[in-house]
């Protein structure tokens, strides 16, 4: 079945370490995303990339870093240097072309630091 | 910039009809998505709007104007399963989404 996994579902972190969220995709979306979303809220993005070995910042990218090494992965590393890191964690992939570009997202990812 | 506005929470009865505004100011629009979030899930696609209209899937309807900035997603005969956030989405030039707070329904019996 296509889909886009992360993983892991829950993840807890002591303060000042570095932790690394995984997100995989079978759909052969050129375009990958990473949002952020805190209770009550919308989501907000972190960061995105539209092609392979390239990504851009989002709105709210400070203490996060990401790489796209492949086309079906786009981890996202959570630094030390983010100042409030608990929040729910979502990856979504969309196709480039044309106009219509529905967002596919995976389950989540809810960190909590301790 | 983008800006997406849309009411915080909406109460009905099961078997009524909620209607759902957002309103968004953009710098550039390339169409107007609805989810739908259960809590602790993710957004599921619910539809998508590029045209000025209604379109109509099944007990769900979303109407787009783009001179008024203006979008609702229309939900009839609710069920006790409609109680979810519904997200507003607005997608720009590039493809990227930005979305609204999110309106929470709660169907009530």
């Known amino acids: 079945d296509g889909g886009i996994t992360q993983s892991p579902k829950y993840l807890f972190r002591k303060e000042g370490q570095n932790v690394t969220l995984s997100c995989e995709q079978n759909?052969?979306?050129?375009?990958m995303y990473w949002y952020r979303q805190d209770p009550g809220q919308g989501l907000r993005l972190i960061y995105y990339?539209?092609?392979?070995?390239?990504?851009q910042k989002g709105d709210i990218a400070e203490g996060y870093s990401v790489s796209r090494e492949k086309k079906e992965s786009f981890p996202l590393t959570v630094t030390s240097a983010q100042k409030n890191p608990t929040a729910f964690y979502l990856c979504?992939?969309?196709?480039?072309?044309?106009?219509?570009?529905?967002?596919?997202f995976g389950p989540g990812t809810r960190l909590t630091v301790l | 910039g983008q800006n997406i506005d849309q009411p915080t929470e909406m109460t009905a009865t099961e078997g009524a009809i909620v209607q759902i505004n957002c309103t968004y100011q953009?710098?550039?629009?390339?169409?107007l998505f609805w989810y739908q979030q259960h809590a602790g899930e993710a957004p599921t696609f619910l539809s998508y709007?590029?045209?000025?209209g209604l379109e109509e899937k099944g007990r769900f309807s979303s109407f787009l104007s783009r001179s008024k900035g203006y979008s609702y997603l229309l939900l009839k005969e609710l069920q006790m399963k409609d109680s979810a956030s519904y997200l507003c989405?607005?997608?720009?030039?590039?493809?990227?989404?930005?979305f609204g707070a999110g309106t929470q329904v709660v169907v009530t019996p």
């Open positions: 979504a992939s969309s196709t480039t072309s044309g106009i219509y570009n529905e967002q596919f």
């Open positions: 759909l052969n979306h050129d375009a």
């Open positions: 990339s539209q092609i392979v070995n390239d990504f």
């Open positions: 953009t710098s550039g629009f390339n169409g």
């Open positions: 709007n590029v045209l000025d």
């Open positions: 989405a607005v997608s720009d030039s590039w493809g990227k989404l930005q």
